[in-house]
């Protein structure tokens, strides 16, 4: 019986790595242009007039930020991952923001926007729990 049970127990075992999927640093480059693109309609879906309207939280301003670049790096955060796009302002400040995104079926997600807030990303890759993804 104590066989038995360990067999069911790596029959199992094996299944969820499998239904879970290869690791995330072994993203093909199709893959990796999945996300970009996942990410990239996310922006446009967002913009309202050619803009992302984001909420100033210490002003209580909404500020209007124009898309410049996508970023061609990746970043891993365990199932996770991080892509960075520029906009600039009306006055030509630049404004990073960090998408973090996810899988979904059979695309990607992104579940936080991270607006001017490189100290998350710096502090979560000095933590070790994000790194660059290799291509």
């Known amino acids: 019986m104590r066989g038995i049970r360990w067999l069911v127990a790596a029959v199992s075992a094996v299944m969820i790595v499998v239904a879970l999927g290869p690791p995330a640093s ?10 970009q693109a996942a990410m990239q309609q996310y922006v446009d879906k967002q913009l309202v007039d050619g803009v992302y309207l984001h909420l100033d939280r210490d002003s209580g301003e909404v500020r209007k930020l124009h898309p410049v670049t996508a970023h061609p790096m990746i970043m891993q955060m365990g199932a996770h991952y991080v892509l960075c796009f520029d906009f600039k302002d009306a006055a030509g400040a630049s404004h990073p923001i960090d998408f973090y995104m996810t899988r979904k079926e059979r695309s990607y997600v992104v579940f936080h926007a991270a607006v001017d807030d490189r100290a998350l990303l710096k502090r979560l890759m000095r933590d070790g729990r994000i790194t660059r993804l290799e291509r």
Do not use: W
């Open 26 to 35: 072994a993203l093909s480059l199709g893959e990796q242009a999945q996300l």
